[in-house]
Protein backbone atom coordinates (compact mmCIF):
# COMPACT_ATOMS: atom_id res chain seq x y z
CA UNK A 1 0.00 0.00 0.00
CA UNK A 2 1.23 3.34 -1.12
CA UNK A 3 2.58 6.26 1.85
CA UNK A 4 3.92 9.31 3.13
CA UNK A 5 7.62 8.79 3.76
CA UNK A 6 9.95 11.72 5.38
CA UNK A 7 13.08 11.91 6.13
CA UNK A 8 14.89 12.56 8.67
CA UNK A 9 13.10 10.50 11.43
CA UNK A 10 15.13 13.01 13.76
CA UNK A 11 16.85 16.32 13.62
CA UNK A 12 18.98 17.95 15.98
CA UNK A 13 20.17 21.30 15.07
CA UNK A 14 21.20 24.39 17.04
CA UNK A 15 19.42 27.57 17.07
CA UNK A 16 19.66 30.41 14.42
CA UNK A 17 20.63 26.69 12.01
CA UNK A 18 18.52 26.11 8.89
CA UNK A 19 16.93 22.54 8.11
CA UNK A 20 15.03 21.06 5.50
CA UNK A 21 12.59 18.22 6.20
CA UNK A 22 12.04 16.20 3.50
CA UNK A 23 8.79 14.34 2.75
CA UNK A 24 7.72 12.04 -0.79
CA UNK A 25 3.79 12.06 -0.86
CA UNK A 26 2.01 9.15 -2.15
CA UNK A 27 2.85 9.49 -5.77
CA UNK A 28 -0.77 9.97 -7.69
CA UNK A 29 -1.28 12.76 -4.96
CA UNK A 30 -1.75 16.99 -5.82
CA UNK A 31 -2.15 18.30 -2.50
CA UNK A 32 0.25 18.64 -0.17
CA UNK A 33 0.61 19.45 3.51
CA UNK A 34 2.52 20.63 6.45
CA UNK A 35 1.60 19.63 10.25
CA UNK A 36 3.53 20.11 13.46
CA UNK A 37 2.70 18.94 17.08
CA UNK A 38 4.74 20.20 19.42
CA UNK A 39 5.19 17.70 22.57
CA UNK A 40 2.13 17.33 24.74
CA UNK A 41 0.10 19.64 22.30
CA UNK A 42 -2.29 19.47 19.35
CA UNK A 43 -1.16 18.86 16.12
CA UNK A 44 -1.48 22.25 14.14
CA UNK A 45 -1.87 22.95 10.50
CA UNK A 46 1.56 25.27 8.92
CA UNK A 47 0.15 25.02 5.08
CA UNK A 48 -0.91 24.05 1.93
CA UNK A 49 0.47 23.35 -1.37
CA UNK A 50 -1.15 22.91 -4.39
CA UNK A 51 -0.20 22.90 -8.60
CA UNK A 52 3.33 24.65 -7.14
CA UNK A 53 2.03 27.44 -5.25
CA UNK A 54 1.00 27.91 -1.19
CA UNK A 55 -3.06 27.32 -0.85
CA UNK A 56 -3.37 28.11 2.40
CA UNK A 57 -1.31 28.86 5.06
CA UNK A 58 -1.56 29.61 9.16
CA UNK A 59 -0.19 31.89 11.02
CA UNK A 60 2.25 29.90 12.61
CA UNK A 61 4.20 29.52 9.37
CA UNK A 62 5.60 32.88 9.14
CA UNK A 63 8.53 34.05 7.16
CA UNK A 64 11.24 31.64 8.45
CA UNK A 65 9.30 28.83 6.87
CA UNK A 66 9.24 28.10 2.95
CA UNK A 67 7.81 25.07 1.12
CA UNK A 68 8.79 23.59 -2.03
CA UNK A 69 8.49 20.83 -4.52
CA UNK A 70 11.52 20.58 -6.21
CA UNK A 71 11.06 17.59 -8.65
CA UNK A 72 8.24 15.26 -9.03
CA UNK A 73 8.60 13.62 -6.20
CA UNK A 74 10.13 15.27 -2.74
CA UNK A 75 7.75 18.37 -1.16
CA UNK A 76 10.17 20.24 1.60
CA UNK A 77 9.68 22.37 4.45
CA UNK A 78 12.30 24.43 5.43
CA UNK A 79 13.06 26.80 7.96
CA UNK A 80 15.52 29.39 8.34
CA UNK A 81 16.76 30.42 11.24
CA UNK A 82 15.09 28.08 13.73
CA UNK A 83 14.28 29.10 17.36
CA UNK A 84 13.94 26.95 20.22
CA UNK A 85 10.31 26.91 19.94
CA UNK A 86 10.31 25.26 16.45
CA UNK A 87 11.15 21.63 18.57
CA UNK A 88 8.54 19.81 17.58
CA UNK A 89 6.73 16.54 15.38
CA UNK A 90 6.91 18.02 11.91
CA UNK A 91 3.65 15.43 9.76
CA UNK A 92 3.85 15.71 6.05
CA UNK A 93 0.59 14.72 4.48
CA UNK A 94 -0.46 14.57 0.65
CA UNK A 95 -4.00 13.52 -1.24
CA UNK A 96 -5.84 12.96 -4.11
CA UNK A 97 -8.45 15.94 -5.70
CA UNK A 98 -11.28 13.92 -6.22
CA UNK A 99 -14.24 12.35 -4.25
CA UNK A 100 -13.62 9.47 -1.41
CA UNK A 101 -10.03 10.02 -2.12
CA UNK A 102 -10.21 13.17 -0.77
CA UNK A 103 -8.43 11.89 2.58
CA UNK A 104 -5.53 13.18 3.68
CA UNK A 105 -2.79 10.87 4.68
CA UNK A 106 0.34 11.45 6.92
CA UNK A 107 4.00 10.77 6.98
CA UNK A 108 5.04 9.20 10.41
CA UNK A 109 7.08 12.61 10.83
CA UNK A 110 9.88 14.24 11.31
CA UNK A 111 11.41 15.42 14.96
CA UNK A 112 12.97 18.25 14.86
CA UNK A 113 14.90 19.55 18.23
CA UNK A 114 16.73 22.97 18.34
CA UNK A 115 19.65 23.25 20.79
CA UNK B 1 -10.80 26.18 16.91
CA UNK B 2 -11.51 22.47 16.67
CA UNK B 3 -15.45 22.49 15.76
CA UNK B 4 -15.49 19.27 17.68
CA UNK B 5 -16.04 17.71 21.06
CA UNK B 6 -15.10 14.71 22.76
CA UNK B 7 -14.02 12.85 25.90
CA UNK B 8 -10.43 13.21 26.80
CA UNK B 9 -10.15 9.46 27.52
CA UNK B 10 -11.73 6.27 27.67
CA UNK B 11 -10.66 2.69 29.02
CA UNK B 12 -12.03 -0.28 27.11
CA UNK B 13 -11.38 -4.20 27.95
CA UNK B 14 -9.46 -6.04 25.41
CA UNK B 15 -11.66 -7.75 23.36
CA UNK B 16 -14.65 -5.73 23.67
CA UNK B 17 -16.04 -3.26 21.57
CA UNK B 18 -14.71 0.78 21.84
CA UNK B 19 -17.95 3.02 21.32
CA UNK B 20 -15.71 6.85 20.87
CA UNK B 21 -18.05 9.75 20.53
CA UNK B 22 -18.26 12.91 19.23
CA UNK B 23 -19.80 16.05 19.23
CA UNK B 24 -19.92 18.16 15.93
CA UNK B 25 -23.21 19.95 16.86
CA UNK B 26 -21.98 23.01 14.31
CA UNK B 27 -21.54 20.92 11.20
CA UNK B 28 -22.81 22.69 8.05
CA UNK B 29 -24.13 20.11 5.35
CA UNK B 30 -21.22 19.51 2.81
CA UNK B 31 -18.87 18.95 5.73
CA UNK B 32 -17.10 15.09 6.57
CA UNK B 33 -16.83 13.91 9.61
CA UNK B 34 -12.95 12.24 9.81
CA UNK B 35 -11.90 9.67 12.23
CA UNK B 36 -7.97 9.45 12.72
CA UNK B 37 -5.75 7.71 15.46
CA UNK B 38 -2.32 8.81 16.74
CA UNK B 39 -0.11 6.11 18.39
CA UNK B 40 2.54 7.40 20.42
CA UNK B 41 4.01 10.37 18.24
CA UNK B 42 3.51 9.00 15.35
CA UNK B 43 1.43 10.20 12.31
CA UNK B 44 -2.03 10.14 12.34
CA UNK B 45 -3.69 7.28 10.94
CA UNK B 46 -6.89 7.49 9.04
CA UNK B 47 -9.45 5.52 10.17
CA UNK B 48 -12.77 6.49 8.37
CA UNK B 49 -15.19 9.38 7.06
CA UNK B 50 -18.59 10.02 6.07
CA UNK B 51 -20.96 12.75 5.49
CA UNK B 52 -24.27 11.32 6.77
CA UNK B 53 -24.96 7.74 5.94
CA UNK B 54 -23.17 5.10 8.45
CA UNK B 55 -19.98 3.46 7.30
CA UNK B 56 -17.84 0.49 7.79
CA UNK B 57 -14.80 -0.38 6.63
CA UNK B 58 -12.13 -3.17 8.00
CA UNK B 59 -10.96 -1.50 10.95
CA UNK B 60 -14.06 0.52 12.30
CA UNK B 61 -17.38 1.67 12.02
CA UNK B 62 -18.82 5.01 11.97
CA UNK B 63 -22.43 6.24 12.89
CA UNK B 64 -23.69 9.40 12.55
CA UNK B 65 -26.56 10.76 13.82
CA UNK B 66 -29.75 12.24 11.58
CA UNK B 67 -29.24 15.38 12.41
CA UNK B 68 -25.46 14.93 12.04
CA UNK B 69 -24.66 16.46 15.29
CA UNK B 70 -22.97 13.64 16.66
CA UNK B 71 -21.27 10.70 15.62
CA UNK B 72 -19.68 7.92 17.13
CA UNK B 73 -16.52 5.86 16.25
CA UNK B 74 -16.73 1.49 16.68
CA UNK B 75 -14.17 -0.51 17.15
CA UNK B 76 -15.59 -3.94 17.33
CA UNK B 77 -13.22 -5.91 18.53
CA UNK B 78 -10.02 -3.91 20.85
CA UNK B 79 -6.82 -5.41 20.95
CA UNK B 80 -3.97 -3.96 23.40
CA UNK B 81 -2.46 -2.05 19.79
CA UNK B 82 -5.63 0.04 19.41
CA UNK B 83 -4.45 1.93 22.24
CA UNK B 84 -4.18 5.66 20.86
CA UNK B 85 -4.89 8.73 20.57
CA UNK B 86 -8.54 8.99 18.30
CA UNK B 87 -9.27 12.61 16.83
CA UNK B 88 -12.86 12.97 15.25
CA UNK B 89 -12.65 15.99 12.73
CA UNK B 90 -15.06 18.08 10.87
CA UNK B 91 -13.16 18.53 7.43
CA UNK B 92 -14.86 21.76 5.80
CA UNK B 93 -14.15 24.12 2.82
CA UNK B 94 -12.11 26.98 3.80
CA UNK B 95 -10.04 29.31 2.33
CA UNK B 96 -9.72 27.10 -0.75
CA UNK B 97 -8.28 23.86 0.87
CA UNK B 98 -9.52 21.69 2.83
CA UNK B 99 -6.84 21.54 5.77
CA UNK B 100 -7.68 19.68 9.15
CA UNK B 101 -8.29 21.07 12.51
CA UNK B 102 -7.46 18.70 15.23
CA UNK B 103 -9.15 18.75 18.25
CA UNK B 104 -7.41 17.61 21.99
CA UNK B 105 -8.96 13.96 20.82
CA UNK B 106 -9.75 10.88 23.16
CA UNK B 107 -7.25 8.85 24.63
CA UNK B 108 -8.35 5.52 24.54
CA UNK B 109 -7.02 2.93 26.58
CA UNK B 110 -7.41 -0.75 26.36
CA UNK B 111 -6.92 -3.22 29.05
CA UNK B 112 -5.93 -6.85 29.44
Known amino acids: ?115 | DAKTTQPPSMDCAEGRAANLPCNHSTISGNEYVYWYRQIHSQGPQYIIHGLKNNETNEMASLIITEDRKSSTLILPHATLRDTAVYYCIVRGFTSGTYKYIFGTGTRLKVLA
Open chain 1, 1 to 115: EPEVTQTPSHQVTQMGQEVILRCVPISNHLYFYWYRQILGQKVEFLVSFYNNEISEKSEIFDDQFSVERPDGSNFTLKIRSTKLEDSAMYFCASRNPSGRQETQYFGPGTRLLVL
